[in-house]
């Protein structure tokens, strides 16, 4: 959300980002329309000149002397937009460009941006951006270009009675629903506020999490483990892997074009956008919950373990080697389908907004093999979801065991460091962890809001 600006991952650090999405109205089409076509003119011209100037003299231009050229050259021309709208378009060229550099050091068959944009979507950051208060509603003004030496009167767009409060935003942007069957514009809105700051009267608490594919996410405290099940997320994942297999079946069976395709692509996209929200509601509540848990603890740090290689060490068969084998065609959908990544972002942004802090990212090696009581340290592979120590004989939750490890390899507690730790406490902590299955009617708002009270 912060990456429209540039130094957007430092600020992202220390302010709290809260977006929000309403529909936009069907007697703003046809100027949006407009200005969506002048956004992806505006693109295609920083695709079209940056591959000319590196395919005729081998230079990689720079951002500024990019957009230069694309001003300079009239067929781009895109003087509706406002001046901050065509900066973000062309920061959009070049992130998509950087993206490309990264990817293909692990996969020589990535593609650099190469398709031309016929619309684009829009973006208006601080200037460019006001919300009236002089009339009976809220009006969402954004600015468009010069028209010569005269400024064009803004977009009027009414904001949705819940965003009255919320002042105005630092960025807007208008965007295509992919995920609806009819599509339509969106207009979506991003806040900022500072991150709150743990209060200092509280004594310093570290929980950490171990994310997972059977159970998204289980946090140990030190004093006790809650396991967050996620049988529900896995069957919505294995529905939708299924739905999508058998439309895809019927649709590889029409001709391209043919009124029965058409139907077919949007049932698709109806009944798989319909799954993919259940999944995000679910995801939101589960991490929902876990941070008022960690409130109601007194929970003043989170450490996340660090899984952001799983899926480069466990590669596809095409991609496997002999260091690296493949583990399945069923194994490796399992794991390249987990949403690991989304729940730490979950809980990561959801935390710093409870004033919970969120430290780097602690390494996971070893953590679900070795045994967490101490002067034992042993390293046993689980069987199942269960861990048996052969040498001290501790039978606990394999994921409990690996959220202790992560928490004792961040704070250098035995047999991670020097520090000894009590045998109570790792009884307590991974021998009995508490489960939280999750319930349709599970309440996800924040605890300020009185609607955060867990079901038992």
């Not at 977009?155 to 965007?175: N, Q, R, T, Y």
């Not at 689980?382 to 390899?409: Q, S």
Request: net charge positive.
């Amino acid at each position: 959300m912060a990456g429209g600006y540039r130094g957007g991952k430092d600020r992202a650090a220390t302010r709290d980002y809260l977006v929000r999405a309403f529909s936009l109205p069907e007697q703003l089409l046809p100027i949006v329309d407009e200005l969506a076509l002048a956004a992806g003119r505006h693109y295609t011209g920083a695709l079209v000149e940056f591959w000319r100037v590196v395919r005729r003299k081998g230079i990689w231009l720079s951002e500024g002397a990019l957009t230069q050229i694309v001003n300079a050259e009239e067929r781009w021309g895109s003087d509706l937009l406002h001046s901050q709208s065509r900066q973000q378009t062309m920061h959009a060229f070049f992130d998509a460009l950087s993206t490309w550099r990264t990817n293909s050091k692990d996969d020589p068959a990535a593609r650099p941006p190469h398709k031309l944009k016929r619309f684009f979507t829009l973006t208006w950051i601080q200037n460019g951006i006001r919300v009236s208060s002089t009339r009976s509603a809220p009006v969402l003004l954004l600015s468009f270009g010069k028209d010569g030496n005269r400024l064009r009167l803004p977009l009027e767009i009414p904001l949705p009675s819940h965003l009255a409060s919320f002042g105005a935003p630092s960025k807007v942007e208008i965007g295509w629903k992919k995920a609806a069957a009819k599509g339509g514009y969106e207009v979506r809105c991003t806040y900022t506020r500072p991150m709150p700051e743990p209060t200092g009267d509280r004594p310093v608490r570290v929980a950490a999490a171990d994310l997972g594919e059977v159970h998204p996410f289980v946090i140990c405290d030190g004093e006790r483990s809650i396991v967050y099940n996620g049988g529900e997320l896995r069957a919505k994942r294995r529905y939708r892997n299924m739905t999508q297999g058998q439309l895809q079946e019927r649709i590889s069976r029409t001709k391209a074009g043919s009124r029965r395709r058409r139907r077919l692509v949007r049932s698709k996209r109806m009944q798989l956008g319909t799954v993919d929200r259940q999944i995000r509601d679910i995801e939101h509540k589960q991490t929902r919950r876990a941070v008022t848990d960690m409130e109601e603890a007194g929970v003043t740090d989170l450490v996340i373990g660090d899984l952001r290689t799983i899926r480069k060490d466990n590669p596809s068969r095409t991609n496997a080697t002999a260091e690296r084998p493949s583990k399945g065609r069923v194994q490796n959908q399992r794991l390249h389908q987990a949403p690991l990544g989304r729940m730490r972002a979950y809980l990561t942004y959801k935390a710093r907004r409870a004033g919970i802090r969120v430290p780097d990212l602690q390494d996971e090696a070893f953590t679900t093999k070795t045994c967490p009581t101490p002067g034992c340290g042993a390293r046993n592979g689980p069987t199942n979801r269960c861990y048996r120590c052969k040498r001290c004989g501790l039978i606990a939750h394999r994921d409990g065991v690996g959220a202790w490890n992560i928490r004792a390899k961040y704070l250098g507690i035995d047999p991670w460091g020097n520090t000894p730790a009590g045998p109570s406490r790792v009884v307590g902590a991974v021998a009995a962890p508490t489960g939280v299955r999750y319930r349709s009617h599970m309440r996800a708002g924040p605890a300020e809001s009185g609607v955060a009270a867990p079901e038992a």
